[in-house]
């Protein structure tokens, strides 16, 4: 039942859509006539698929992932790949206005026409946004793509070796019959932890919204029908008899079959106990997210007057929790007149900032030399007063000793016996 549902909606929204000819597919370039590796083929053939099966895209920005369903032979989906996003630019949240850098969160679709085989970013195709629910909103946007190139200004950039084989997932689905293949966009992988998580954002209600349609995957294993009323998403309703789903209308009155019912009641008693106790447990930090339309509008500001070559900070600015404007220091190119005018303006200023505090820095200097000049000269004052008022040193004439007289008088005795001795012996010599 989950089969046939899925596959009357995808039939009713390709009416009047035309499938891939021969002659476009022989107009691709090389690069998007690769085949898949054999290993890819193998672990199809292994699950049960076959090359030119329906396929599926899944993207978690928080993970960074994109993933490739493809059909079994039963009609249910399974992963047969999964890749590392390269580049995904602004932060989780949807994308609300053109400009604002986001990339988009949704169900998209994608059709032959959506391919580009010559793109600049080596391969590429359109996601399809905005699509019905962003139209109903007010949301605007164009060229929102999964491309090469690694490089990423709104879009999901892989490498190009990646988008190779993305491409020709879709290249041999259509080949297979495929009319459209569906990209189911999330924020994160909506576990009841990561909702827990982020149960306190501002785009929850929309998160919880998609939710829904990743639940209905989740339980059956085929994409879901996507409709939009009440400017809301709707997934695997039924109308009834001649009535249709009005993006911006009343919803119609709708069916679903009871095994649905029954199978996604039991899956969200299972989640709401998860839920419970996720919001209790300790649990990572949530990631930065876009606070909404007004975030989205200073970023589309920024890019208007980036593309315009104005000076303007290299980053985009973000909004912060209390209504302020963070914006980065460091500034960005020049790419036109007004650019390089508001450039030469920033140099001039800067350059007079710096010689404003090269002049103080010089008064400064010259203070502290001053200061330290007239320290020195008060240090050599007190010095020299110290050096008069210190006692002068007189020398200690030593008393006449007691014994002097005694020394004096043995001394001469002394000299007298000499005397005579040597009278003594020059009269023996001389015969006296």
């Known amino acids: 039942m989950f089969v046939k549902l899925a596959r009357t909606g995808i039939l009713i929204a390709a009416l009047g859509v035309a499938g891939c000819n021969n002659s476009s597919m022989k107009d691709f370039a090389p690069e998007a006539n690769k085949p898949l590796p054999d ?10 698929m076959v090359r030119t099966s329906s396929v599926m895209a899944r993207i978690f920005k928080e993970e960074g992932k994109l993933e490739i369903w493809k059909a079994k032979t039963n009609g249910r989906y399974d992963m047969v790949a999964s890749y590392d996003i390269c580049k995904w630019s602004g932060k989780l949240g949807p994308k609300y206005t053109e400009g604002d850098r986001q990339a988009p969160e949704g169900f998209y679709t994608v059709r032959p026409a959506q391919m580009n085989p010559r793109s600049n970013y080596h391969l590429s195709f359109n996601i399809g946004y905005p699509n019905a629910y962003d139209r109903a909103n007010g949301r605007t946007g164009s060229n929102l793509m999964v491309h090469g190139a690694c490089s990423s200004s709104g879009c999901y950039s892989m490498t190009d070796a990646q988008i190779e084989q993305i491409y020709a997932f879709g290249r041999d689905a259509f080949q297979g019959g495929q009319t459209e293949f ?18 306190n954002d501002p785009n929850y209600d929309f998160w919880k919204m998609l939710k829904v349609g990743y639940d209905n995957f989740e339980i059956t294993k085929v994409p879901p029908k996507v409709d939009v009323c009440e400017k809301r998403y709707v997934f695997n309703q039924v109308a009834a008899d001649g009535q249709t789903f009005d993006p911006t209308g009343a919803c119609p009155a709708t069916t679903q079959p009871d095994s649905l019912k029954s199978a996604y009641n039991s899956y969200m008693s299972t989640y709401d106990a998860a839920f ?15 606070a909404g339309i007004k975030e989205a509008s200073i970023v589309s500001d920024w890019s208007k007057r980036r593309a315009r070559g104005e000076r303007v900070p290299i980053d985009p600015p973000s909004l912060n929790n209390d209504g302020s404007v963070t914006e980065t220091a460091r500034m960005g190119r020049i790419d036109s007149p007004a650019g390089r005018k508001m450039a030469a303006l920033d140099a001039e200023k800067a350059a007079k900032q710096k010689a404003e505090e090269q002049r103080l820095a010089a008064i400064e200097a010259a203070k502290q030399a001053k200061e330290a000049a007239k320290a020195q000269a008060l240090a050599e004052k007190e010095a020299e007063k110290a050096a008069k008022e210190a006692p002068v040193a007189t020398a200690t004439i030593a008393a006449p000793s007691e014994t002097a007289p005694m020394a004096e008088t043995q001394a001469a005795s002394a000299d007298e016996s000499r005397v005579t001795k040597l009278k003594n012996k020059l009269l023996g010599m001389f015969g006296g």
């Open 182 to 199: 569906q990209i189911q966009a999330f924020p994160f992988r909506m576990t009841a932890a990561n909702m827990a998580r982020y149960r």
């Open 39 to 48: 290993k890819i083929l193998a672990d199809m053939r292994a699950k049960g």
């Open 276 to 290: 419970s106790g996720a919001v209790k447990a300790s649990v990572p930090a949530p990631k930065p997210t876009i």
